[in-house]
């Protein structure tokens, strides 16, 4: 995968192929018209966003403003990061944005990591669901 258009068209391939059925629409980038991401519907999970990074050659990712504000208050965001080699990806809720974008996606645990072919998304993203909402509602609690 040379660039972004690469990955989202193999991430829609993939959901295609896949046994569940997803709806998937893109969406760009407001200020720099890029590809982020996109829009994913499945009966089982819900409405989320993956947006979609390739890490740079420092290591490190871009995530866009969106992500960061709607994923830091709890947002069914989940940012899935391609590692540069093979079809190596790792998968991130939308929680962990500012720790991505200043830590990088080496030094954080992921809710996947292998081969995008492989991962199971539905699984995955209902687990990250529910960890989201667990967090959404302590932080509320707190306020």
């Keep these: 995968m040379k660039n972004k258009i690469d990955f989202l068209d193999r991430v829609k391939k993939m959901l295609e192929n896949s046994n569940d059925k997803y709806l998937i629409s893109n969406y760009r980038g407001s200020k720099t018209k890029e ?42 965001a989940l940012i899935l990061v391609y590692m540069g080699h093979d079809s190596h990806v790792k998968l991130f809720p939308g929680t962990l944005s ?26 995955t993203v209902a687990s990250s669901m529910s960890c989201i909402l667990k967090r959404y509602f302590k932080e509320y609690k707190k306020k």
Excluded at 98 to 120: A, C, H, R, W
Aim: hydrophobic share 35%; charged share 20%; with cysteine.
């Design 35 to 76: 590809l982020p991401g996109c829009i994913v519907f499945n009966k089982s999970t819900g409405l989320f966003t993956l947006e979609l990074q390739i890490i740079q050659p420092d290591g490190y990712v871009y995530i866009t403003p969106w992500t960061q504000l709607y994923g830091e208050e709890g947002a069914s």
């Design 98 to 123: 500012i720790e991505l974008k200043e830590k990088g996606p080496n030094l954080l645990p992921s809710l996947y990591e292998g081969d995008l072919d492989k991962m199971d998304l539905k699984s």
